[in-house]
């Protein structure tokens, strides 16, 4: 219990009004104990500070490959970057794990997040403990900003398998359009052709 109390002692207060999308800029470099990079991949899901889980060796080579692969293939005017914040809403500030956006938005160094208006497709790839909210909460979310594409890739036995959504303007809600084994071939935000079994290992 001592140890317990004694690291709620350091751990950072949430505001009278709560968490906003804003504080994660202000969040301090250490962790209660003094752990290094603490705050370093977290994100505000509906004013809740969620920490994400070390990767598995899957999710880390997915993220690499597919943000080599999409940068390989961005027309001049977007850039493909990985695990970048989106600024949705007050509060409502996750970090999908590859982005698309523009080009001169990726360019800025001092850049902390992203606008919905500044993304045109997230990936996320699932992991056991981000289940729930890469299938529902973010999804839900990406469409309610009005961002147009977004990709959700799974772990087929130890291949993967990608779900690509596309925005209906109408109702603001995202549409499957494919579900991709083996190959991945989109004309949409640009054209993509990517050989999935031969994505490094």
């Not at 301090?28 to 809740?48: A, C, Q, R, T, Y």
Request: hydrophobic share 35%; aromatic share 8%; glycine share 6%.
């Amino acid at each position: 219990m001592t140890d317990v109390t004694s690291a709620l002692d350091y751990w950072p207060a949430p505001p009278p009004w709560g968490w906003t999308a804003d504080d994660l800029d202000r969040l301090p470099s250490e962790g209660p104990n003094g752990e290094p990079d603490f705050f370093k991949h977290v994100e505000l899901i509906d004013g809740v500070l969620v920490f994400m889980s070390p990767q598995k060796r899957f999710h880390q080579r997915m993220i690499r490959s597919l943000t080599e692969a999409l940068g390989d293939r961005t027309p001049e005017q977007m850039a493909a970057v990985d695990q970048m914040d989106v600024k949705l809403g007050h509060r409502m500030r996750p970090c999908p794990d590859v982005l698309v956006v523009d080009a001169a938005a990726a360019e800025d160094d001092e850049r902390t997040c992203y606008t919905p208006g500044e993304v045109h497709l997230v990936v996320e790839v699932v992991s056991p403990e981000s289940e729930d909210r890469d299938r529902k909460t973010k999804p839900f979310r990406y469409a309610e900003a009005g961002i147009p594409h977004f990709w959700r890739v799974e772990n087929n036995g130890g291949k993967p398998v990608v779900y690509v959504y596309e925005l209906d303007p109408a109702t603001r809600a995202y549409r499957l359009t494919g579900i991709h084994h083996g190959r991945l071939t989109v004309p949409v935000p640009f054209p993509i052709d990517v050989d999935l079994d031969k994505l490094p290992r």
